[in-house]
């Protein structure tokens, strides 16, 4: 799962990108310009209750491969090679995660002088709704340069001025009725209008603390019109908690109304817009979680750990999260039968903990 984390300059971007993958804030950066490129670990209460239990060799969590792409600037970039460079930067992401500032700060100056995130968001979304328009209109110039008009190139044409009229009238690729094999063809072309996107409200701490910032409702009221779902958390506080001791990190989220850290709240929303689940396996060597997709059957999810796995599958030995929980040992979950022998086609459910049997 690729996620790139846009925005303009200065929102606190990069920071929230060195909260996710752990990476020391006074670390060095890419070059001017470059994107940075770092894993972050999906914080899952289930995995540490198993390790705790189990007392593993090794604890691995699932994981994002995240891109913090060079900070977009309207007045500098539009239209221009900055443009482009943030473009072929967004383009291979599976999903986007656009930053907003809504902080105010003497110190670090918005480049467009005032607060307003709704106004932001918007300037990024009209660049890149633009650049999927300049990639069909390219494309269209490249079938009529040729040679010899196919059946096949006048389908295409026509899919691609559908798409074209959408977009001039307003929509987004990933709002676009299309049949399953419109749809696999259009993801042939990365259209940036289709990818998932969240937007990520960066607020200061009396705003955190009021739950309210410059120019709330608008941009509320246009994330709801194109479908973005919102998330507001504080990068200063998320880091004043990744630096605490463990025993004193729980203490300060109860003191600031935190219900859960806002890198937990963002994983979280990460896969409930991509549609992720995820399986866990247990043992003396590893407890892991492992990332699938929402209906993804036994056979391939064993086939996630090995493709041996996957191609020898016999059944999977399934148990539910929540019966270990409450009783404490699987030794116990076994005793009581609270678990399932299940076939290749059996659909993962989020929470599984399975142990695969197989032959090769």
């Known amino acids: 799962m690729k996620i790139g984390l846009i925005g303009l300059n200065q929102t606190g971007k990069t920071t929230l990108f ?38 593993p060799k090794k604890t691995t969590y699932a994981k994002i491969e995240l891109t913090d792409v060079a900070g977009f600037s309207p007045s500098l970039d539009a ?20 930053v907003l500032r809504a902080f105010d700060s003497d110190l670090v100056l918005h480049e467009l002088d005032t607060i ?27 079938i009529n340069a040729g040679k010899k008009l196919t059946k096949e190139n006048s389908e295409e044409i026509k899919m691609l001025e559908r798409c074209s009229d959408w977009l001039v009238n307003g929509g987004s690729m990933r709002d ?3 049949t399953d094999e419109e749809h696999m063809y259009v993801r042939g072309f990365a259209f940036l209008t289709e990818k998932p996107r969240l937007v990520v409200v960066n607020v200061d701490e009396d705003q955190w603390v009021t739950r309210s910032y410059p120019n709330q409702d608008a941009l509320t009221e246009l994330c709801d019109g194109l479908g973005i779902p919102v998330i507001v958390l504080c990068a200063e506080i998320e ?7 463990d025993e004193d990190k729980q203490l300060f989220i109860e003191d600031m109304g935190i219900s859960q850290p ?27 979680a492992w990332t699938i997709e929402e209906g993804t059957i036994a056979r391939k999810a064993a086939g996630k750990i090995h493709t041996d796995i996957e191609r020898g599958f016999i059944r999977a030995e399934v148990v539910k999260f929540e019966s270990i929980h409450e009783l404490g040992t699987m030794v116990k979950v076994k005793e009581k039968g609270l678990f399932r022998l299940e076939g290749k086609e059996y659909v993962v459910l989020d929470g599984d903990i399975i142990q695969f049997r197989f032959n090769v």
């Open 18 to 55: 060195d909260l996710l993958t752990g990476r020391d804030s006074g670390a060095e950066g890419s070059s001017k310009g470059a994107a940075n490129i770092g894993v972050g670990y999906v914080p899952d209460e289930r995995v540490d209750f198993l390790s705790a239990i189990y007392n």
């Open 79 to 98: 239209g221009n090679s900055g443009a482009a460079k943030f473009l072929n930067d967004v383009r291979p992401c599976d999903a986007i995660v656009h």
């Open 116 to 142: 307003d995130p709704a106004r932001d968001l918007e300037a990024v979304e009209t660049e890149m709704l633009f650049a999927d328009l300049d990639m069909i209109e390219k494309r269209i110039a490249r």
């Open 176 to 178: 676009m009725e299309l």
């Open 239 to 245: 880091l004043e908690i990744s630096r605490l001791p």
């Open 262 to 288: 806002g890198i937990e709240t963002l994983a979280k929303a990460l896969y409930g817009l991509l549609g992720l689940i995820s399986f866990l396996t247990v043992g003396d060597d590893e407890v892991r």
